[in-house]
């Protein structure tokens, strides 16, 4: 996520959206205020257009409001009407048709464009069930991986293991279940119809925009690392692990790596890999310096955080 961010890439954007939308919803289901799903249903919206993949987060959540309200739910989607119009007025508008430019092949085959049918996201394919599985791999733990690019989310899913075990005593199971299930409804989108791992950036950046509410699911697990000395040497140890790959990423997020070759989804660079190398090779010194002193930095914070959460002494034990 924080590669992106500091490139003000449209999927970091529309992660922030949503997250924040998402904590609006939840407050407004906690307190009953409508004014939490006005601010939600706007900044979902708004969520939506940059990133059009996003906006299966507003079925969701209204999924989610429903269960507690239908009233409320029927509110919420009804403030998402005048944005989705003006979207696709602009749609139109633009390119004479409702469907995102994104979306629209024949728009990009009249002007000189590298996109098509074949390679759009959205409208690609596999040519089988195998290069379907090599791609997921890669996208979600291999060269390109969701997880292997940020090892952080790793603790989120014994966060989400956690939540499911012990779902009668967690009051927001249910609305967070479904919150993942959208997120996985998100990533099972782009691995069947994507085949190009985001083109050449750090990791896959289509799911930066997912990111924040994976993170979310560390909550049910907080007391627990707090409370013994293992659990929060391991949590700082992947956390400073997630840090200093988000800083090797920021450094330049979109890498030159090699053009996947269709029907070869194995063929993919590790970006982890080449962004170590194009760091080491190709930036100056008062780059590395920059780049060294921002990770020593979040480090800090980060280390500071863990510090000052965790309790002063370790509980004692009962014989």
Known sequence: FFPFVTVYSSHSIAGS?????????LTAIAEERKL???????????????????SIFILF???????????NAVLFSILILP???????ANWHFSGSILPPSLNAPLHENIDS?????????LATHDSVTDLMVYAFHSLLGNRGLLSHSPILLVSLIGCYQLIKFRS???VYKDYLILLVGCLTYILIYLLRTNNYSGDSFG???FAAITPIFMLSLAPIEDAIRSRRIYRLGFWMIGTLSILLSVLGSYR??????????????????????AFNRFLTQSSGMGMLRTAFLAAFLCLIFAAAMWYFHPQSEPTRSA
């Open 17 to 25: 959206l949503i997250i924040i939308a998402v904590y609006f919803c």
């Open 36 to 54: 939490g799903l006005v601010l939600a249903g706007v900044l979902f919206s708004i969520g939506a257009s940059i990133d059009v993949t996003g």
């Open 61 to 71: 959540t209204a999924l989610m409001i429903a269960r507690h309200s239908l009233k």
């Open 83 to 89: 944005f989705l119009g003006i979207n696709l007025f």
């Open 114 to 122: 590298p996109f098509s049918r074949e390679n759009m996201s959205g």
């Open 169 to 171: 005593i967690h009051s």
């Open 204 to 206: 896959v950046r289509w």
């Open 253 to 274: 997020p979109f890498l030159p790596t090699s053009a996947p070759v269709m029907g070869h989804p194995e063929m993919v660079d590790n970006t982890i890999l080449v």
